[in-house]
């Protein structure tokens, strides 16, 4: 196969897997919430698990600007079918399809798509700060989530359960993504700092509540 052609089949898969697994995310999120005792449903209504559906995608990519363009296609896929999910299977009114919430997370979903799927991208990459960074990026994303859900207002007792099993991930994808007690120390080191401001990002976007 020709570099031409090789590169369009790349892109023509790249497209595929982007539209079935935003397909897929938004159906399974919409169940898990439906099906899954709590505190596991809370996972399903997860901003941390959305991202690192988008980070997973763009380490498969592999090229950071290619991943940015997926996640964020991915997402913003995944909000509209959860939408339509919601108005076919539980009756919801179709309103909500255009609703602001429906806007507020597309709008999430491309952010989060443009910055997690590229990290995704970089933890399989040769530059070593780049690398680090990225491989304690889900690790940040899971403990800022925990501690929004700890802190909130509204806290009900399945939200410390929950946030205890988003710690106990981060800590678990951290390995799966660093393959070494070492690198895997260090990552879940840096990623404190970065879960800080994540907590940050979420508070003040309103999520924390």
């Known amino acids: 196969m020709n570099e031409p052609r090789r590169l369009t089949h790349r892109v023509w898969v790249t497209c595929l897997v982007t539209a079935v697994s935003g397909l897929t995310l938004g159906v399974v999120d919409l169940l898990g919430q439906v099906a899954l005792p709590y505190p596991w449903a809370n996972l399903a209504n997860s901003v941390a698990v959305w991202a690192i559906a988008a980070y997973g995608l763009g380490a498969w990519v592999r090229q950071p600007l290619w991943a940015a363009v ?7 896929l995944a909000v509209g079918t959860y939408e339509v999910a919601a108005i076919v299977f539980l009756d919801d009114d ?20 443009a910055v997690f ?8 990459g040769d530059r070593t700060v780049a690398r680090l960074v990225a491989r304690a990026l889900p690790a940040a994303v899971l403990l800022a989530e925990a501690a ?62």
Do not use: K, N, Y
Not at 117 to 124: C, H, I, K, N, Q
Not at 193 to 202: C, D, E, T, V
């Open 70 to 76: 997926s996640g964020a296609a991915m997402l913003v």
């Open 148 to 209: 929004v859900m700890a802190r909130s207002p509204h806290q009900r007792a399945d939200h410390l359960w929950t946030a205890a099993i988003m710690a106990v991930i981060a800590v678990a994808s951290t390995a799966v993504v660093c393959r070494g007690a070492r690198h895997t120390l260090v990552a879940l080191a840096v990623s404190l700092p970065l879960a800080a401001l994540g907590f940050l990002a979420l508070t003040l976007a309103g999520l924390a509540g």
């Open 117 to 124: 799927a590229p990290a995704g991208a970089l933890s399989r």
């Open 94 to 113: 179709a309103s909500t399809l255009l609703s602001p919430t429906t806007w507020m997370w597309a709008a999430f979903g491309v952010i989060a798509g």
